[in-house]
């Protein structure tokens, strides 16, 4: 016998019981559907022991390293602490430490902590300021580097965090930084695999990270970049990536801009429209789309109608909150 | 007792596999992708995955009340028998495509062919 903890509480789970017998045994509220491990419906979420690999059966990659499961083909065999999907770890404190214009409207930020936190390049992450005003940005280094986290913030028209950032954000500055979220990271052990990578504006911070992340586990297939925007003094990163190119031969960098004509440094034409022209046939390969939401939906259903796999497919889409 | 339909198919391995391939050719045709792009897209590919999963005598709780509420406003604007065989030619042609044998294409078609009349507000 074993012990599932659910929001603190202790259950007894009995060896021939999945984690949604015991929970639903105990009057826990737990959605589910067809308990046969099919409708996804009781996803949940390790906080502690991996789960077994039965009840991870059919769910994206990124939601396995993530300690997801289903509940109703989860057997375990030692203690497990479990919560559903939506369950937030704590927040933890970081301090601004650095601060640096990449283009006209763009700013890096690197915040330093020193509670234990887990992420992989390429996840976002909520930073709440000391009001309590609260956006979502994505991560653009690598795990394990002293304790960093790089961001690169976008100053939007009527942005309440961004221009606050952009103009008052100093170094030395405390910020809460939320669990980090989301399924847009690399995946190892899939080396072979080729890469196609389409941004748009500060949608390089977490494709910079994948790729970085993708290069320093030694990659072997091609990594295409491909990130745009509208004019030429909002492309950035350009020398970084231009210099990985140079020293990876499988890594292809393409900026593009949609209002000027090619020139020798870019490509002319809307960032995705470009990529998608550039490869015919996508079977196989793995797809990241990161930006503009528009671009994101419209290269999610063409990447997927030129012949990548569904479960290949990993989005985030930078919805902008009004006001 | 014979092994269910869903687990000879394959189970929810089968599902995985079917619903890239099934969804990609609906998408293709003409003549009914209308009817499936009108919605964010994981939300259309969770209710092929349902479909499929039905269709492969797996576990579901769709009743024929379900299937005619989701299906009216369609009926609505259009959707009738022509729409309703050609999802029923890409359900044979995904099948035939993952090699699965003839006579378990043949119980899979029979199970969506069963779900016409309420699909199509009859």
């Known amino acids: ?323 | 007792m014979a092994e269910s339909l869903f687990n000879r198919l394959g189970g929810e391995a089968a599902v995985n596999a079917a619903v890239d391939v099934f969804y990609r050719k609906v998408l293709n045709d003409h003549r009914i992708n209308r009817f499936f792009t009108n919605s964010d897209m994981d939300k259309q590919i969770a209710k092929q995955r349902a479909f499929l999963t039905m269709a492969f005598g797996g576990p579901n709780s769709y009743t024929g009340k379900d299937m005619r509420t989701a299906h009216a406003k369609l009926v609505d604007i259009g959707l009738n028998e022509d729409h309703f065989n050609a999802v029923m030619e890409h359900l044979g042609a995904t099948l035939t495509e993952l090699k699965v044998p003839a006579d378990l294409i043949a119980e899979a078609a029979a199970i969506a062919e069963s779900t016409r009349n309420d699909v199509l507000g009859r």
């Open chain 1, 1 to 323: 016998m074993t012990t599932i903890i659910f929001n603190g509480k202790k259950y007894r789970h009995q060896t021939n019981e999945t984690v949604l017998d015991t929970l639903l045994k105990a009057d826990i509220q737990i959605p589910n559907g067809c308990r046969e491990g099919v409708c996804q419906s009781c996803l949940m979420r390790s906080l502690d022991a991996v789960p077994p690999s039965l009840s991870q059966k059919g769910l994206k990659e990124s939601l396995q390293l993530q300690k997801f499961f289903l509940a109703c083909r989860c057997n375990p065999e030692q203690d497990m602490a479990v919560a559903l999907p939506e369950h937030e770890l704590a927040n933890i404190t970081a301090i601004v430490s650095h601060k640096e214009a990449l283009s006209v409207d763009i700013m890096r930020f690197v915040l330093s902590f020193q509670e234990p936190f887990q992420f992989f390049a390429g996840q976002f992450v909520n930073l709440t300021r000391f009001d309590g005003l609260t956006r979502s940005y994505s991560i653009a280094n690598l795990p394990g580097q002293d304790n960093i986290l790089e961001f690169h913030i976008k100053r939007l028209p009527f942005g309440r965090f961004s221009s606050w950032a952009h103009n008052d954000l100093k170094p030395g500055t405390a910020l809460k930084v939320s669990e980090a979220k989301g399924s847009c990271h690399y995946l190892l052990g899939k080396s072979g695999q080729p890469m196609l990578l389409i941004g748009t504006g500060s949608g390089l911070a977490p494709l910079a990270g994948i790729i970085n992340d993708a290069l320093s586990n030694n990659h072997q297939a091609p990594i295409k970049l491909y990130h745009g925007s509208s004019e030429p003094k909002g492309l950035y990163l350009v020398d970084e990536m231009r210099s990985l190119a140079k020293t990876y031969h499988n890594f292809d960098y393409n900026p593009c801009v949609s209002l000027a004509k090619a020139t020798d440094s870019f490509k002319q034409g809307r960032a995705h429209d470009v990529a998608l022209a550039d490869t015919p046939n996508l079977s196989g390969w793995r797809v990241y789309l990161c930006g503009h939401p528009e671009m994101v939906q419209q290269s999610k259903m063409s990447a997927y109608l030129k012949g990548a796999s569904l479960n290949d497919i990993y989005a985030d889409a930078f919805y902008t909150t009004p006001g």
